[in-house]
T-cell receptor
Framework: KQEVTQIPAALSVPEGENLVLNCSFT??????LQWFRQDPGKGLTSLLL?????REQTSGRLNASLDKSSGRSTLYIAASQPGDSATYLC????????FGQGTELSVKP | GAVVSQHPSWVICKSGTSVKIECRSL??????MFWYRQFPKQSLMLMAT?????????EQGVEKDKFLINHASLTLSTLTVTSAHPEDSSFYIC?????????????FGPGTRLTVL
């Protein structure tokens, strides 16, 4: 049974800092891994999708990496801004989409 | 493109009533839609997989008689919470699947906040 774990559960950083969010999964037989952003009381916004054959994806200040063999992914956020404050979810697709518990990020001005 | 809508965005109802939530793919056809539930401070949990023209597949522990799913067309799936109780209060999110370059990508709706009094 696939299990997805995100560390840390919560993170508070000052504005401008670079930060890394971690995601680990137990079953490496996945099609892809996706990072989402969720604002309080809102739906999901897809940030980056990494296919199983890929190692990383970049979009603006965001960079996501995938190491299937070790069952890990990281989301790197450069030069964080208060507007980045949200919950970040990773999810792996292997038939079903299985979500981690999320990391609640707070960027202080 | 690939926009998914949900209606209503929030609903408050009395215990014992039934509530219908709609999920629509606005600019694409989705043969498969998914329904998730999210409790406060928790992650999304898959409730059921909805395929157009066939019965939904429910995850273990989800009561199919309580959460009725109808996928009547390629752009619409509905979730009806029957005889709702306070413990059914949650955030319900749907997604619709599009196949891009031989891989399925799920696009998520904005969610429906259900509060049962």
């Amino acid at each position: 049974k696939q299990e997805v774990t995100q560390i840390p559960a919560a993170l508070s950083v000052p504005e401008g800092e670079n930060l890394v969010l971690n995601c680990s999964f137990t079953d490496s037989a996945i099609y892809n891994l996706q990072w989402f952003r969720q604002d309080p009381g809102k739906g999901l916004t897809s940030l980056l999708l990494i296919q199983s054959s890929q190692r990383e994806q970049t979009s603006g200040r965001l960079n996501a990496s995938l190491d299937k063999s070790s069952g890990r992914s990281t989301l790197y956020i450069a030069a964080s801004q208060p507007g980045d404050s949200a919950t970040y979810l990773c999810a792996v697709q292997g038939g079903k989409l299985i979500f981690g518990q999320g990391t609640e990020l707070s960027v202080k001005p | 493109g690939a926009v998914v809508s949900q209606h209503p965005s929030w609903v408050i109802c009395k215990s014992g009533t039934s509530v219908k939530i709609e999920c629509r793919s606005l600019d694409f056809q989705a043969t498969t839609m998914f329904w998730y539930r999210q409790f406060p401070k928790q992650s999304l949990m898959l409730m059921a997989t909805s395929n157009e023209g066939s019965k939904a597949t429910y995850e273990q522990g989800v009561e199919k008689d309580k959460f009725l799913i109808n996928h009547a067309s390629l752009t619409l799936s509905t979730l009806t919470v029957t005889s709702a109780h306070p413990e059914d209060s949650s955030f319900y999110i749907c997604s619709a699947t599009v196949t891009w370059e031989f891989a399925d990508t799920q696009y998520f709706g904005p969610g429906t906040r259900l509060t049962v009094l």
